[in-house]
């Protein structure tokens, strides 16, 4: 556990709507993360974060947006939610490991339904 | 594309056996590889890390990388029924922006009692 939480744990919500979904970490990592994951696609990069309002965008960050005004929260809206982003969200962090290297933790997801 | 190539199975095993996950990778330049556990619902779980060519063995698991082939590899050893997941290997490729994982979209492994 790298005091991940993630809140949402579930929403259905309409078409057209805004959704902002939360990753909240106690542990002050720089870095953090929102992945998608898709039956038959795997997990892709939505948007990353390197600090307080330093963000950038990953592989799917159209119709994504994120927001980092605190080290503890990384927000990711959904401006106008369409049902192509049905999914499950999660967030990580990432630090450097005793080995140097950088690993990634995951907290424990949100389920999105876009009706 | 920087892309990571798995075999989806699903690998299904007796108890007792080992099994055999298998990944390849796309970018010669990658430096650190990950294989992550997911049960159905949760979230993935890191298990391994490798960095240099070679084994790395940590209890009944082996990560096995080989740069020049890009190929990495997890051998899990007296497989249990508990082991049955799905398994996610990752890269984080030369120069890669925020060092973001690459996924593969995972092996689904399944463990026969």
């Known amino acids: 556990d790298a005091g991940i939480t993630q809140s949402p744990r579930h929403k259905v919500t309409e078409t057209g709507t805004p959704v902002t979904l939360r990753c909240h970490q106690t542990?002050?990592?720089?870095?953090m993360y929102w992945y998608r994951q898709d039956p038959g696609h795997g997990l892709r990069l939505i948007h990353y974060?390197?600090?307080?309002?330093?963000?950038d965008k990953g592989e799917v960050s159209d119709g994504y947006s994120v927001s980092r005004s605190k080290t503890e929260d990384f927000l990711l809206t959904l401006e106008s939610a369409t049902s192509s982003q049905t999914s499950v969200y999660f967030c990580?962090?990432?630090?450097?490991?005793?080995?140097?290297?950088?690993?990634?933790?995951f907290g424990p997801g949100t389920r999105l339904t876009v009706l | 594309q920087k892309e990571v190539e798995q075999n989806s199975g699903p690998l299904s095993v007796p108890e007792g056996a080992i099994a055999s996950l298998n990944c390849t990778y796309s970018?010669?330049?990658?430096?650190?590889f990950f294989w992550y556990r997911q049960y159905s619902g949760k979230s993935p779980e890191l298990i391994m890390s490798?960095?240099?060519?070679g084994d790395k063995e940590d209890g009944r698991f082996t990560a096995q990388l080989n740069k020049a082939s890009q190929y990495v590899s997890l051998l899990i050893r007296d497989s249990q029924p508990s082991d049955s997941a799905t398994y996610l290997c990752?890269?984080?490729?030369?120069?890669?922006?925020?060092?973001?994982?690459?996924f593969g979209k995972g092996t689904t492994l399944s463990v026969s009692s």
């Open positions: 990580a962090i990432s630090y450097t490991a005793a080995t140097g290297y950088n690993e990634q933790f």
């Open positions: 542990e002050n990592h720089r870095y």
């Open positions: 974060s390197y600090g307080v309002k330093d963000t």
């Open positions: 970018d010669r330049g990658s430096q650190s």
């Open positions: 490798i960095y240099s060519n």
């Open positions: 990752a890269v984080i490729p030369a120069n890669q922006a925020g060092t973001a994982l690459i």
